[in-house]
């Protein structure tokens, strides 16, 4: 017992329980005033009320069971067990498999708001479109089938992935390239809204809600990124760093290309992208050093730039607030560039990347890749399919017309009288 | 009696509202609006997707006014509001045939002012 006193250090303690916080932050209000500000009007609550039920439903699921799945004890590689069914045996000593000076449970609760924000970023996808009865069932669904089991693959204990040396610092592989993946296939599933490439025009109902929401998205991040160092400790404050410099580079990088192509930089374009950097940097966070992940970064800007505006355009495939296009190609940049990049002399912990002279940890991040694209893509096609034949996931036309949040919500959220 | 709409550029409302002061025309009701004339609006960007079409912002001043002071309503206004270039706005004068102050139920000339 005093053995384990000794063990806990209480600034890692401290920062873990505020990065936790953090990470909450960018998922509400972050994430759904980014999201909200970006729908029509008549939209708004319905893109609020996702995000914001999303927290309560994961929360539960987690505690429940989604956190004995992904970081439980584990079977044969593919997924934990329910031994900690409920958070049975999960408390103040800590688990030294995942972070030996914390208590068990806030490195828990930390990994909750992880589970919490990955459903929800895929909400950006179906905004505008989907029924909340399909929303519910597929997000809980996706959270049990997709996540848990990828996030054990990635970093559970034991997990297979994980045994073959793939480096995901904070996630860039785990929530952001799979929620990407899973967004493509559902914009592809659902189809596009009504009128989409027709002539009707989807302009920002808010930029500044937009702006708004981006900006906690990088204040959140900070704990995303850093706290996943999961101690208040040298590999932190890297993180932190790197983390703001790749944003930086990202955000500046769309808006000059805007600025090229268009005539003009605009505010979108610099929060888009800044939003594109921090995907990037993710999973890169803690085993680059700053200057590559401004070169990061910058890739970030551009392809995710392409990515957005040329080729959605030209596939046609109406992915509304473009989740694939940031989360999906930005996530599997920054697990690519995690191979290319990485040095130990960065973290000990992890592995010399191409340019390091190392070929091995490349190879392993594209086995990576390969194996997150395809699992996310079957699993969303046969979750979406479940959910289609059991609710209808689509309103039907009239309520799509009138907006989603009189009709799946009873509300307005902009009074026009007094 | 007639019934002036005008549609002005918004930055141009203070010294309309001044001008029409001047002329002694105090009863002016004043709306946000959006339109468009024959430039066919602005064309914003969002992600690089372009939405031409879009409509401009402008201010919609509509006033009753007795016929003694349908010219200089229209001369404020047009003192004021015209820059000289394309989108100042218009001037649209109708046939107003009654006018009923709801305080007193008043009718007519005695009730515009």
């Not at chain 1, 191979?339 to 960065?346: S, T, W």
């Amino acid at each position: 017992m005093k053995k384990e006193v000794k063990e806990m250090n209480t600034g890692d303690t401290a920062w873990v329980l505020t990065s936790s916080a953090l990470v909450l932050l960018m998922t509400i209000p972050g994430l759904a005033f980014f999201y909200g500000g970006l729908v029509r009007r008549k939209n708004v609550l319905s893109v609020l009320m996702q995000c914001f039920i999303i927290v309560c439903v994961i929360s539960l699921q987690w505690i429940l069971y989604g956190y004995s799945l992904t970081f439980g004890p584990d079977i044969k590689g593919i997924i934990g067990n329910l031994d900690w069914f409920g958070l049975r045996g999960v408390g103040g000593t800590p688990n030294p498999d995942y972070a030996a000076t914390i208590p068990h449970s806030a490195f828990m609760i930390f990994q909750a708001m992880f589970a919490v924000i990955t459903p929800a970023l895929i909400i950006g996808t179906y905004a505008e479109r989907m029924k909340f009865s399909a929303f519910l069932i597929f997000t809980i669904l996706w959270a049990t089938f997709v996540y848990d089991p990828l996030g054990h693959w990635v970093w559970g204990t034991g997990g297979w992935l994980k045994g073959l040396g793939a480096l995901d610092f904070a996630g860039g592989i785990v929530v952001h390239t799979s929620s990407g993946i899973s967004a493509l296939v559902l914009a592809i599933l659902i189809g596009k809204r009504i009128g989409y490439g027709n002539g009707v025009t989807y302009r920002p109902h808010n930029m500044p809600f937009t702006v708004l929401g981006g900006a906690l998205l990088w204040f959140g991040w900070f704990g995303f990124n850093a706290g996943s160092a999961l101690g208040a400790n040298e590999l932190a404050a890297h993180a932190f760093i790197t983390t703001n410099t790749a944003t930086a580079a990202a955000g500046l990088t769309w808006a000059l290309i805007e600025w090229k192509h268009n005539g003009a930089p605009t505010a979108l374009g610099a929060v888009s992208g800044a939003v594109s950097g921090l995907v990037a940097i993710t999973p890169a966070c803690g085993f680059v050093n700053p200057v590559n992940a401004i070169f990061i970064g910058i890739v970030a800007g551009v392809i995710c730039y392409f990515a957005v505006a040329k080729v959605k355009a030209a596939l046609g495939y109406d992915d509304a607030l473009d989740v694939f296009g940031i989360h999906g190609v930005g996530g599997i940049w920054g697990t690519l560039a995690t191979g290319l990049f990485a040095e130990k002399a960065v973290n000990e912990a992890g592995a010399n990347g191409l340019f390091f002279g190392d070929a091995h940890q490349f190879l392993v991040q594209c086995l990576l890749v390969v194996v997150t694209v395809i699992f996310a893509a079957v699993m969303t096609f046969i979750i979406y399919k479940v959910v289609n034949a059991l609710v209808c996931a689509r309103v039907a036309k009239k309520e799509e017309i009138v907006g989603l949040d009189l009709t799946q919500h009873s509300e307005s959220a902009y009074t026009l009288v007094e | 009696m007639k019934y002036i709409v005008a549609v002005i550029q918004p930055h141009k409302l203070d010294e309309v509202m001044k001008s029409l002061e001047e002329a002694e025309v105090n009863l002016v009701t004043v709306s946000n609006v959006l339109g468009r004339g024959r430039q066919k609006g602005v064309t914003e960007v969002y992600r690089g997707a372009k939405e031409a079409g879009s409509l401009l912002k402008k201010i919609k001043l509509e006033i009753a006014v007795n016929e003694d002071f349908v010219e200089p309503t229209i001369q404020a206004i047009i003192k004021c509001a015209r820059t000289g270039d394309m989108g100042d706005g218009k001037i649209f004068i109708l046939d107003l045939p009654e006018v009923i102050r709801i305080r007193t139920g008043e009718k007519g000339g005695t009730a515009i002012g």
